[in-house]
């Protein structure tokens, strides 16, 4: 195995975590760019790693640790967040570098045992406001409940001013960079949104309440270090807290997407048309089609879109298969969307739009207009309908952002 080194983030506090750089799903989200495994060594006279890695990358984030101490002097370990990709080496870490504690929210036990059961030793219990002396430094912990998991919390190491913030302010982007001033402006504007979008977008009002509790607690935070992507360091922090501020308002953006999939094309010329409407009205317009877009990508663009609508042929009497799957996925996530529609062509007896309309009430999706449906091919007539139909869905909005 390859020799690993620590990245200092500043005085006492290193980065000992992986890189996996060839991951390409994270339960149902496509990260095109992989992702890190952040964990994080304070050196004080308590030595503490805080969070782990996924289990396959134990060996990596030992080797890195060895590259500053002796991993078997480490006193503390600090579970921040219970899922596997950062508590996967717990057990190996406790056994192996003989931890005298190991540090959790009540919520962490309770995962952490569902998970390890007797593999893990004791734990100890933290909850907001309570701190450990670590000798120069103490560590104050702040339970973030669903962010991203019922028994998530962060942790604030005083003296060298580091808020560790677990899957918050986080992307799934490895690279050889561990600061985020290493990489240009654009890169991190992407990966944010699309990693907001597919794992804390449903949490959207709870990450308004942290941004809004992290002032009241006169933190002075000079870095902040996620347990994805890279650290924030330099008071440059800001940068992220202000773009999840923004994706977490859910604001609706004057600007539309067409959603679609097609069978032989009808659907597909009709989400032409639609688009045409939209853009006429005024309205940057995106067209996305489900086969040569994935569900991950796909809700990044319709997270705080003004406008959505879908589209669907009619297959043995049900949507397209592959809207069944982007609606389950935006199910999950709850995008809040201004307007919707629903439209598609069908041969025998049409049930795919009105299911797709259903399915956008469900999510309380206002849909001002019915659904647009065309039998087998739309001619020129039925074209312009669609057309008509989308300039209608785009003054919907407008009005609805004047008003
Ligand atoms: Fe990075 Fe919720 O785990």
């Not at 600061?179 to 890169?187: G, S």
Request: glycine residues 6%.
């Amino acid at each position: 195995m390859a020799d690993y080194k620590a990245v200092k983030v500043t005085g006492n506090v290193w980065w000992v975590g992986a890189v996996d750089w060839h991951l390409r799903e994270f339960h149902g989200y496509r990260t095109s760019r992989g992702s890190t495994y952040n964990a994080f060594l304070v050196i004080d006279e308590k030595i503490t790693l805080i969070d782990t890695v996924k289990a396959p990358f134990f060996e990596e984030m030992r080797s890195r640790i060895a590259s500053v101490i002796d991993p078997e002097k480490i006193d503390y370990i600090v579970s921040n967040h219970a899922e596997m990709d950062h508590s996967g080496s717990l057990v190996r870490a406790m056994q192996e570098f003989k931890a005298e504690k190991l540090f959790c929210s009540m919520q962490g036990e309770k995962a952490l045992r569902a998970h390890f059961h007797d593999a893990l030793p004791e734990l100890t219990v933290v909850k907001t406001a309570d701190s450990i002396e670590l000798g120069k430094n103490s560590l104050t912990f702040v339970e973030t409940k669903m962010l991203h998991w019922p028994d998530s919390m962060i942790s604030y190491l005083s003296g060298e001013k580091v808020l560790f913030s677990q899957d918050a302010f986080g992307m799934h982007l490895a690279g050889s960079g561990r600061f985020a001033d290493e990489y240009c402006d654009a890169l991190l504007y992407e990966e944010a949104r699309k990693y907001f979008a597919n794992i804390l977008l449903l949490q959207s009002a709870k990450i308004t309440d942290l941004l809004n509790t992290l002032p009241t607690l006169n933190l002075d935070i000079d870095f902040v270090a996620p347990d994805h992507g890279p650290i924030w360091r330099n008071g440059d922090h800001n940068k992220i807290l202000s773009l999840y501020s923004e994706f977490a308002a859910q604001k609706p953006e004057k600007r539309a997407v067409v959603l679609f999939d097609t069978m032989w094309h009808s659907t597909e010329a009709m989400a032409g048309a639609i688009a045409e409407g939209l853009i006429e009205a005024g309205l940057p317009t995106e067209v996305i089609s489900l086969h040569s877009c994935e569900r991950s990508e796909a809700i990044t663009r319709i997270m705080s879109a003004g406008v959505l609508a879908i589209g669907t042929p009619t297959i043995n009497n049900n949507m397209y298969p592959s809207l069944g799957d982007m609606l389950v996925y935006m199910r999950g996530l709850k995008p809040k969307i201004a307007v919707g529609g629903a439209f598609g062509s069908f041969g025998w007896s049409g049930e795919g739009a009105k299911q797709i309309a259903e399915a956008l009430t469900a999510m309380q999706i206002e849909q001002p207009l019915p659904p647009m449906v065309n039998k087998y091919v739309p001619d020129d007539a039925a074209l312009e309908n669609c057309r008509i139909w989308g300039k209608n869905l785009a003054e919907k909005l407008l009005e609805k952002i004047n008003n």
